[in-house]
């Protein structure tokens, strides 16, 4: 394997940390909002991306590279609606897709294959993080603020 290759799914690893540490940031404004169900939805989100690090983290080491740690950027902590949230962490997921897309091409490029079905795992995983996030964002919009609609939405959530 490249070093190329190998430094882009380390580059994926500190990622996936970056997304869990972004998205205990949303779990967090949910709580001072007292929001508890998208703060739940949240945790467990960040617990994913956690495990999603982890896999490039095992493979990476199964393929004899060395996984290390870069720095993670201060995320946005701040939002102006519960709407927002899951708007900037659709944009999020979808930045991961074409990550992995991209990755998906250096290790065709390079035949890499065990890296090719490495990646396919996240490729559906990417569908279905993405279409969570949309479903989520179709009702937020429906319910437009209402405070009981909200609640519904935070009760759904609270039960991932
Ligand atoms: Fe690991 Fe949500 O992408």
Do not use: C
């Amino acid at each position: 394997m490249s070093e190329k290759l190998i430094n882009a799914l380390n580059d994926q690893y500190n990622f996936e940390m970056l997304s869990g540490y972004y998205y205990l940031a949303m779990a967090s404004y949910f709580d001072s909002e007292n929001m508890r169900g998208m703060s739940h939805f949240m945790v467990e989100q960040a617990k994913e991306e956690y495990e999603h690090a982890m896999k490039f983290y095992g493979f990476i080491n199964d393929m004899d590279g060395r996984v290390t740690m870069q720095a993670i950027p201060e995320p946005k902590n701040d939002y102006g609606s519960f709407l927002e949230v899951f708007e900037t962490a659709l944009e999020h997921e979808k930045k991961v897709t074409g990550r992995i897309y991209d990755l998906l091409k250096l290790a065709e490029e390079e035949k890499n294959y065990p890296t090719v079905q490495f990646l396919q795992w996240f490729v559906a995983e990417q569908v279905e993080e993405e279409n969570t996030m949309k479903d989520i964002l179709f009702k937020l919009e429906r319910v437009q603020n209402q405070f009981h609609g909200l609640m519904m939405v935070d009760r759904e959530l609270g039960a991932r």
